[in-house]
């Protein structure tokens, strides 16, 4: 097919310009390492020079040198998107033919030196190419001018750079070396292949392996092949032995990608995790993965929330009866959903199921009703009713309840939930429900403030405050009541001494 387009140099200059030097020279290092080479070595320096006008300008050097067996196609030195081989291998970098491109579209001038043929790229623009007698290696070189921090930034971030054990990978003379891998991973990832030369790239899955080292600056990273694309939420650098899915500038992995491999990475290290290090936002993201398997997520939940968690419920008795039997009330708002749902999948309670009075068919709960009320219960509950009204702003509902046969742990004077007071008659016994010269007792008024600060699911364990801001509330409330009614009208003051 005949050329439908031709490429802008300034154009493309324009797009990568901006980029962080080492950014462009990570492409000639990949390119070098998708070859059969033994060395890699990587050349940075820079020096300033004075203008007209005392305007001082730098300049960087870059070189990349590998021993390799060239291009096997000179053309591709100044051929952007062209087919290529590699994008039939899932165990190489390459796929878009554009690498070195982009730093000589952006350097002042620069030369590619391979087996035979050197093509020199000079100041005024176009190429020249010309014969040479190399035998074997390529050098691809550029001079940017950019500022001389640069020169320390590039060092720095291609140091960190993870290269294959049979390539001696140098900058500046300094020999990177392999670094003790934490662990291995084995998984499922998403890849990019072309199933022959000029077909398209296609999305597939291949299963690959994941290497897992420390980072050497405490922030991990994902690699592709010992390449560095982008900075992770996790303390982990972590190298994909096959193609990553990535934009042509490969700086950067989509979110579903990261959570799939943050799984695969927990598989690893779960064992190992504290509690801090369990509830990290990249251990959640990996327990919400499908594909982390329910061993994995109960190992994460022991871990971060403790052999005697559960879930705070809206049962208020079953939280504080949870809570005196020693368990670890857990808030369902500090877990995600779907971290939620996991957890409780692998075994993980609420308080209500694990501690809560069971009603209905197991006949331990009765409410009730009819000449079982007595007069003095009636008008406990009225009062009950007027007293929410006036401190709360509604009436509740009342109910007298029987909860015989409990154990001892389950029993209760009272309960409060969903807008309802039940007083449990059994426990109380009738004649706690007799008033004092035709008015509520202290003790009556005692427990129906203390089941009424419950409102709101609001339970009275010693860990929060809320119940106590809660009964403080109430009884400011109470005693304004009082004094609008009338009830409190002055006092002789105490005489100061």
């Known amino acids: 097919m005949k050329a439908r387009f031709e490429v802008s140099t300034e154009g493309m200059k324009g797009l990568h310009d901006g980029r962080p030097l080492w950014s462009l020279v990570k492409e000639l290092v990949a390119n070098a390492w998708d070859e059969e080479t033994t060395i890699c070595k990587v050349t940075i320096d820079g020096h300033e020079e004075v203008f007209s006008g005392g305007e001082v300008k730098g ?11 060239g291009f096997k196609d000179i053309a591709d030195a100044f051929t952007l998107m062209a087919p290529t081989s590699k994008r039939q291998e899932t165990g190489v970098r390459g796929r878009f033919n554009i690498g070195e491109k982009e730093i000589l579209s952006v350097a002042l001038e620069g030369k590619v030196e391979t087996v035979g043929t050197t093509i020199a790229f000079p100041r005024e623009g176009g190429r020249v190419v010309t014969k040479n007698k190399r035998k074997k290696g390529t050098i691809v070189s550029a001079i940017v001018e ?81 390449i560095t694309i982008q900075p992770l939420d996790m303390p982990y650098d972590v190298d994909i032995q096959q193609k990553v899915p990535m934009p042509p500038n490969r700086d950067t992995v989509t979110a579903r990608y990261l959570q799939d491999v943050y799984s695969h990475v927990l598989s690893v290290v779960a064992d190992d995790l504290d509690q801090s290090e369990a509830s990290e936002s990249w251990v959640q993201m990996a327990v919400e993965d499908d594909d982390t ?13 403790g052999e005697n968690a559960v879930l705070w419920s809206n049962d208020i008795q079953a939280n504080e009866m949870a809570h005196a039997s020693g368990m670890d009330l857990i808030k369902p708002r500090t877990l995600s959903k779907v971290e939620r749902d996991r957890f409780k999948a692998v075994g993980l309670l609420t308080a209500k199921e694990g501690y809560g009075v069971k009603t209905g068919d197991s006949g331990e709960l009765k409410v009730l009703d009819g000449k079982d009320i ?18 709360i702003g509604f009436r509740c509902s009342i109910r007298f309840i029987k909860m015989k046969g409990l154990a001892r742990e389950h029993q209760r004077l009272a309960q409060y939930g969903n807008r309802t007071l039940d007083f449990v008659v059994d426990t109380l016994g009738k004649d706690w429900f007799q008033m004092e010269n035709d008015s509520p007792s202290w003790e009556q008024t005692s427990l129906i403030i203390h089941e009424l600060a419950h409102e709101g699911e609001i339970d009275h364990l010693p860990h929060t405050g809320d119940y106590v801001h809660r009964i403080a509330d109430l009884g400011a409330k109470a005693t304004h009541l009082a004094i609008s009614k009338g009830w409190w009208t002055g006092a002789t003051p105490c005489p100061r001494k």
Request: negative net charge; hydrophobic residues 35%; glycine residues 8%.
């Open 59 to 69: 300049f960087i050097e870059v070189a990349v040198e590998d021993d390799g067996g």
């Open 146 to 226: 950019r500022p001389l921090s640069e020169v320390e930034e590039t060092e720095k971030a291609l140091l960190e750079f993870l290269p294959p054990s049979h390539i001696t990978y140098t900058i500046n003379g300094k020999v990177v070396e392999p670094r003790k891998k934490v662990g291995v991973a084995e998984g499922i990832l998403h890849t990019v292949l072309a199933t022959g030369i000029g077909q398209p790239l296609r999305y597939s899955y291949r299963k690959t392996k994941i290497d897992i080292f420390e980072p050497r600056n405490g922030e991990g990273h994902i690699y592709e092949m010992g």
């Open 293 to 305: 398997s329910d061993e994995v997520v109960e190992k994460v939940m022991k871990t971060k929330l």
């Open 374 to 391: 007595t007069t003095e219960m009636h008008l406990v509950g009225d009062y009950a009713e007027w007293l929410c009204e006036q401190l």
